[in-house]
C-alpha cells in the first residue's frame, strides 16, 4: 500500500505565494508519484488539483491538525508550523524536517536595524525552535553540501550523531540528513501574450530587458546594479532593468514590503532612471504567470550583501533564470550562483562592485555569442535540477519512513517543546485578550452613536413640533431681559 504522506506548509498555497509555499507545493507534487499526499496549507488556498488532497488548517489553532495526523503514515513539516503547531513534533509518526532555510542565520539580517533586546528575543525563539526540530526529527533535508555540513554540525552538538544511528545508517549519514533543493519544472517557460515589452510604457519591443525575478530582502543589494545601470544608460538607452517588486503574500497578516524596495526606489529616482531605465512591477507576480516574464528577458539577475547568512544561501530566483535557460548575472557567494558560473551560465561578480557588474553587463550586452553559449549551458544544468530528481532522497524516505530519534525524548527536547506550547498559549492569551478590547471598544462606540443619534432624534421632533404661532425671537428677547433683575437690586 502507498504510504500516506501528510506535508504541512507554514506559508500560503495559491495563485500568489513566495518561496516556502511553492516548495510546499512542488515537493508534494512530486511525492504523490510514490504515495497520497495531503497538503495541508494555513487558513485559505485558490489551488486546485488532482495529484493530492488539499486541506486547511488554522495556523493559529495548535490542535488542528489532529485529525490529519490520525491518517498520515508519515509527516513533513518546516520551520514556524512546528511552533505554531507544537503537536507535530509529539506525534510518534516518522517525521521528515525541511531545513533548506537557516532560520537563525537568516534572523541575524532580518532583525539587524531593530534593538538588540527585541533581536535578541527573536533569537532566543529561533535557537529554541531549532533545538527542538533538531532533537525530534526522524529525517532531515536542506538545499545544498554547504547546508549539510552545517546541519551535521548542529546535529552532533545536540547529540543526534550516536555510536547506535551510525550503525544503522549509511556510512555518509545520507539516510538522517540528505540534500533536497528547489527545483524547477521539466518544460521551460513558452511564449504567450506580452507581458512587458510593447505593454509595459517603458519597455519598447526591442529594449535590452534584466530582470530582478524575486523579493528584496535585507541580505540583497540591488542597489549596486541601480548604479550600474545609471553608467550606462546613455551608452545603452535601450537597456531596462525590471524588479519583482509587489508586496510578498502573508498568511499571518497583510502583504508587506521591505525597506530595501523604499531605498532602492529612492535610489533610483535620485539617479534619474527611475520608471524608465530602471522598472518596479508593483503587483506580485502569480506563480504561473511567471514564466511569460523571464520568457521575455535577455538577461536574469542578482545580487546581495556578503555575510554569512549568503555563504549558506540557495537563491531560488537563480533556479527560474535555469528554468528560462537566461544567461545570469549575480553576486559571488553562494552555492548555486557558484554552480551557474562553473556550468558556464553566467558571470560572477564580486560583492558591492559597481565596476564589476559595469563590465559584466557591458560583454552580455556587447557578445550575442556569450548570451547564446549560456543559454545552452543553461539548458543542460537545469535537467538536474528538476523537481522529481531533486525530490527523489524525500521520496526514498517516504517509502520507507523510520522513527531514528529517541522515543523517549531527552529532557532538553522536552523542555523545548513545552516552551514552544507555552509560548503559544501566550500569543493566543494575549491576542484574544486584544480581540476582547477591540470589541469592547466597538460596542462602546456604537452605545455612544446610538445615544447620539437618539438625541438628535427628540431635539429634531420638537423643533418640528414648535407652534406656529410661537413669539419671534425678538419677543422672547425683550421679554427675558424684562425678567432679568437691575443694577442694585441684588446684594
Not at 183 to 208: C, M, S
Not at 392 to 405: G, S, V
Amino acid at each position: 500500500m502507498p504510504p500516506r504522506i501528510l506535508l504541512v506548509s507554514t506559508d500560503r498555497v495559491g495563485a500568489s505565494m513566495a518561496g516556502p509555499g511553492i516548495r510546499a507545493w512542488e515537493l508534494a507534487r512530486s511525492l504523490s508519484r510514490v504515495g497520497a499526499v495531503t497538503l495541508a496549507v494555513p487558513d485559505s488556498s485558490d489551488m486546485q488539483t488532482n495529484d493530492m488532497r488539499l486541506i486547511t488548517y488554522g495556523s493559529d489553532r495548535p490542535r488542528a491538525l489532529a485529525e490529519a495526523l490520525t491518517r498520515a503514515d508519515v509527516v513533513i513539516g518546516q520551520g514556524f508550523v512546528f511552533e505554531s503547531h507544537p503537536g507535530l513534533l509529539t506525534t510518534d509518526l516518522p517525521l521528515a524536517i525541511d531545513l533548506y532555510d537557516p532560520l537563525i542565520l537568516e534572523s541575524l539580517d532580518l532583525y539587524a536595524n531593530e534593538d538588540l533586546a527585541t533581536a535578541q528575543a527573536q533569537h532566543t525563539r529561533y535557537q529554541a525552535l531549532t533545538e527542538a526540530l533538531l532533537r525530534r526529527g526522524d529525517f532531515f533535508f536542506c538545499a545544498t553540501e554547504t547546508q549539510r555540513d552545517y546541519w551535521l554540525g548542529a546535529l552532533t552538538a545536540t547529540g543526534r550523531i550516536t555510536p547506535e544511528l551510525a550503525r544503522q545508517a549509511d556510512r555518509d549519514l545520507r539516510s538522517l540528513i540528505d540534500c533536497v533543493p528547489s527545483g524547477l519544472t521539466e518544460q521551460p517557460p513558452e511564449a504567450i501574450t506580452p507581458v512587458l515589452r510593447g505593454v509595459h510604457p517603458a519597455i519598447a519591443d526591442d529594449d535590452f530587458v534584466l530582470l530582478w525575478a524575486g523579493g528584496l530582502w535585507d541580505w540583497f543589494d540591488p542597489d549596486v546594479i541601480v548604479r550600474a545601470m545609471a553608467a550606462l544608460h546613455n551608452e545603452y538607452p535601450h537597456l531596462r532593468l525590471c524588479f519583482f517588486a509587489g508586496p510578498r503574500p502573508n498568511p499571518r497578516g497583510d502583504p508587506f514590503r521591505t525597506r530595501v524596495y523604499d531605498r532602492v526606489r529612492a535610489l533610483a529616482a535620485e539617479l534619474g532612471i527611475l520608471d524608465t531605465a530602471v522598472i518596479f512591477l508593483d503587483e506580485w507576480i502569480a506563480y504561473n504567470k511567471r514564466g511569460a516574464y523571464l520568457y521575455e528577458a535577455d538577461v536574469g539577475v542578482s545580487a546581495h550583501r556578503p555575510g554569512i547568512e549568503t555563504r549558506f544561501a540557495f537563491r531560488t530566483r537563480l533556479l527560474d533564470y535555469l528554468w528560462a535557460r537566461l544567461p545570469v548575472v549575480c553576486t559571488a557567494g553562494d552555492s548555486l550562483g557558484e554552480t551557474i558560473a562553473q556550468n558556464g551560465v553566467g558571470a560572477l561578480v564580486p560583492a558591492g562592485d559597481v565596476e564589476g557588474w559595469i563590465a559584466a553587463l557591458r560583454r552580455m550586452i556587447d557578445q550575442p555569442d556569450l548570451r547564446a553559449d549560456c543559454r545552452s549551458a543553461a539548458d543542460a544544468l537545469a535537467r538536474r535540477y528538476i523537481w522529481s530528481r531533486v525530490a527523489e532522497p524525500l521520496a526514498a524516505f517516504c517509502q520507507h519512513p523510520r522513527r531514528t530519534a529517541p522515543r523517549k525524548t531527552a529532557p532538553a527536547a522536552t523542555e523545548r517543546i513545552a516552551e514552544l506550547e507555552r509560548a503559544l498559549e501566550e500569543r493566543l492569551r494575549y491576542t484574544r485578550h486584544v480581540e476582547a478590547q477591540y470589541q469592547a471598544a466597538i460596542a462602546q462606540n456604537r452605545t455612544f452613536i446610538g445615544k447620539f443619534f437618539s438625541i438628535a432624534q427628540r431635539l429634531l421632533h420638537a423643533r418640528n413640533q414648535r407652534p406656529q404661532n410661537d413669539a419671534s425671537g425678538d419677543d422672547r428677547n425683550k421679554r427675558a431681559q424684562g425678567n432679568q433683575p437691575q443694577e442694585g437690586e441684588t446684594s
